[in-house]
């Protein structure tokens, strides 16, 4: 495991499980050299390898780190849900989509999309 993979699996919040075909394109986004540095210092990865000048939508891959937690408020308004609940990991477009983590109330992880509220 790459140090991508491996930092990005790390934030994940304790007692959620990250479903294999995320970890997997965690793996192929790093073996393929679709991991950047940005600015701030953080890993994110790409789908394209040219983040973040890349044609089309940058799907940009990073895992929120347990003091980001919060950024879900823009979701949920100023109820936030116990962190071990939702965790968000993919930028999905330039208008603050987000792709998560998130556990139902039935127990199931399921890959959820939080979309911007602008109707795009």
């Not at 990250?18 to 994110?44: C, N």
């Not at 891959?61 to 347990?66: S, T, V």
């Not at 823009?74 to 939702?86: H, M, N």
């Amino acid at each position: 495991m790459g140090e991508f993979t491996e930092l990005t699996l790390s934030r994940v919040p304790p007692g959620l499980e990250v479903p294999e075909p995320v970890r997997l394109l965690l793996e192929w986004v790093e073996a393929q050299g679709f991991v950047e540095r940005g600015k701030d210092g953080d890993l994110y990865g790409s789908l394209n390898g040219r983040w973040p000048t890349g044609p089309g939508t940058n799907v940009l891959l990073r895992g929120d780190r347990p003091d980001e937690a919060d950024r879900v408020a823009a979701w949920l308004g100023s109820t936030l849900p116990d962190t071990t609940t939702i965790w968000q990991f993919c930028r999905t477009g330039g208008d603050g989509s987000m792709a998560a983590l998130w556990r139902a109330p039935d127990g199931r992880v399921l890959v959820v999309h939080l979309g911007s509220g602008s109707g795009s």
